[in-house]
């Protein structure tokens, strides 16, 4: 069982940046990747970036070139590093871990809201 919880979430402003991040704790074999996911209000939620624990990183287009994602083997946590927010990133931000024997854990979201 492994338990995610988000932190780093608020209030900011168009063109302002924010810190994400998402520590996993629990009894679990290995974590392979870890992703962050949003939701927006009336609508599905989307992959925003994932990273491999090899550090390969994937990012949705919408957001590329102004989000990084990075992780901490060792201290089980995944960043997202949020550059250039826009009106449109506001959304609750899911961290995702995934692993062996079918790990597939989500965390309870934090809120970003983007002011214009």
């Known amino acids: 069982q492994v338990q995610l919880v988000e932190s780093g979430g608020g209030l900011v402003q168009a063109g302002g940046s924010l810190r994400l991040s998402c520590a996993a704790s629990?009894?679990?074999?290995?974590?392979?990747?870890m992703a962050w996911y949003r939701q927006a209000p009336g609508k599905q939620r989307e992959l925003v970036a994932v990273?491999?624990?090899?550090?390969?990183?994937n990012y949705a287009d919408s957001v590329k070139g102004r989000f990084i994602i990075s992780r901490n083997n060792a201290l089980n946590t995944v960043y997202l590093q949020m550059h250039d927010l826009r009106p449109e990133d506001t959304a609750v931000y899911y961290c995702?871990?995934?692993?062996?024997?079918?790990?597939?854990?989500w965390g309870k979201g934090t809120l970003v809201t983007v002011s214009s």
């Open positions: 995702n871990a995934r692993g062996a024997y079918f790990l597939n854990s």
């Open positions: 990273i491999t624990s090899g550090g390969d990183e």
């Open positions: 629990g009894t679990f074999f290995s974590i392979n990747t």
